[in-house]
T-cell receptor
Framework: LAKTTQPISMDSYEGQEVNITCSHNNIATNDYITWYQQFPSQGPRFIIQGYKTKVTNEVASLFIPADRKSSTLSLPRVSLSDTAVYYCLVGDRDYGQNFVFGPGTRLSVLP | DTAVSQTPKYLVTQMGNDKSIKCEQNLGHDTMYWYKQDSKKFLKIMFSYNNKELIINETVPNRFSPKSPDKAHLNLHINSLELGDSAVYFC???????????FGSGTRLTVV
């Protein structure tokens, strides 16, 4: 399983764009990159998933360079309610290759 | 309607007891999982299961056993509970070829 490395914590202010970068140097050809968000006392929630280039949905954008050794989750104009832990996961489509959640990035959005 | 529901939400029990946590999903997913989140907030896979195969994380003690009466349910049985079993346990589900796991809200287990 590809190991991921993320910053332990980040601070931001309301209205700013937040970019969280994840390193996954040993990503495999079949691996996809997925990001989850977890609020206190809740289960993780799927945010976005991608394989290469850029993916955008109503919540976030995911930028993946050509070498795929890193990825960046971009949250536009964060609000206080975006304060959460964000997990970057890498894995392939074989259900046997289950995701391993690292410590994630604790994002604190300040007023 | 709750997509993945776990019961109970809180469970306090004494060492040595046997307990079960139930999980049900109404998403039509074919694969279900159990994760354990410890006090350091690391989420670790315990089991994944679909109607064909059970995959067990080798670090999980055999006191833990998943039971799946049907495709929509995956219960977690724990025998001889120990203090170190105290954690939040999350159930999740997904489709075989989809990474979008849907998680339940968790069961906080406290062993005293």
């Amino acid at each position: 399983l590809a190991k991921t490395t993320q910053p332990i914590s980040m601070d931001s202010y309301e209205g700013q764009e937040v970019n969280i970068t994840c390193s996954h140097n040993n990503i495999a050809t079949n691996d996809y990159i997925t990001w989850y968000q977890q609020f206190p006392s809740q289960g993780p929630r799927f945010i976005i998933q991608g394989y290469k280039t850029k993916v955008t949905n109503e919540v976030a954008s995911l930028f993946i360079p050509a070498d795929r050794k890193s990825s960046t989750l971009s949250l536009p104009r964060v609000s206080l309610s975006d304060t959460a832990v964000y997990y970057c996961l890498v894995g392939d489509r074989d259900y046997g290759q289950n995701f391993v959640f690292g410590p994630g990035t604790r994002l604190s959005v300040l007023p | 309607d709750t997509a993945v529901s776990q019961t109970p939400k809180y469970l306090v029990t004494q060492m040595g007891n046997d307990k079960s946590i139930k999980c049900e999903q109404n998403l039509g997913h074919d694969t279900m999982y159990w994760y354990k989140q410890d006090s350091k907030k690391f989420l670790k896979i315990m089991f994944s299961y679909n109607n064909k195969e059970l995959i067990i994380n080798e670090t999980v003690p055999n006191r833990f056993s998943p039971k799946s009466p049907d495709k929509a349910h995956l219960n977690l049985h724990i025998n001889s509970l120990e203090l170190g079993d105290s954690a939040v346990y999350f159930c999740a589900s997904s489709l075989r070829d989809d990474y979008g796991y849907t998680f339940g809200s968790g069961t906080r287990l406290t062993v005293v």
